[in-house]
């Protein structure tokens, strides 16, 4: 079981996926990089980074008289538990119509993707089911 909890809405993705970036950043860094282009005030980026740290996905430490921010959870990680988030919600508690529905979709958007979901397929169960 993770110890972070994943980002609520695009706005606490887009900060951590700049943290990302960054590597380490203020407040202030983060605000100038998301908050202000969006139209957003200061404090506003402000409680955003407080959420994401109190979700466990950054960290923070003083740096002078400022707070520096960085990842605690690599992106990677967080990418599967959103993936795994967003299946589980299209799948629901009966999943073989929607994984139906699914392949259906896939075949009208670009039929060259079966292949590859094929080949994906294949390579995980090569591989196991607990990767």
């Given at each position: 079981?993770?110890?972070?909890?994943l980002?609520?809405?695009?706005?606490?993705?887009?900060?951590?996926?700049?943290?990302?970036?960054?590597?380490?950043?203020?407040?202030?860094?983060?605000?100038?990089?998301?908050?202000?282009?969006?139209?957003?005030?200061?404090?506003?980026?402000?409680?955003?980074?407080?959420?994401?740290?109190?979700?466990?996905?950054?960290?923070?430490?003083?740096?002078?008289?400022?707070?520096?921010?960085?990842?605690?959870?690599?992106?990677d990680v967080?990418?599967?538990?959103?993936?795994?988030?967003?299946?589980?919600?299209?799948?629901?508690?009966?999943?073989?119509?929607?994984?139906?529905?699914?392949?259906?979709?896939?075949?009208?958007?670009?039929?060259?993707?079966?292949?590859?979901?094929?080949?994906?397929?294949?390579?995980?169960?090569?591989?196991?089911?607990?990767?």
């Amino acid at each position: 079981m993770p110890d972070f909890r994943l980002p609520a809405d695009d706005l606490e993705y887009a900060v951590l996926h700049s943290l990302w970036e960054l590597r380490n950043a203020s407040v202030r860094d983060l605000h100038e990089r998301v908050g202000a282009p969006a139209g957003l005030v200061y404090t506003t980026t402000a409680k955003v980074v407080d959420r994401l740290r109190d979700k466990g996905l950054i960290e923070r430490r003083r740096d002078g008289g400022a707070f520096v921010y960085a990842p605690r959870v690599e992106r990677d990680v967080v990418e599967r538990a959103r993936a795994r988030q967003l299946m589980s919600r299209f799948l629901g508690p009966g999943p073989r119509p929607a994984v139906a529905a699914l392949v259906d979709a896939v075949d009208d958007i670009d039929p060259a993707l079966l292949d590859a979901l094929e080949r994906a397929i294949h390579s995980k169960k090569g591989r196991g089911h607990g990767t």
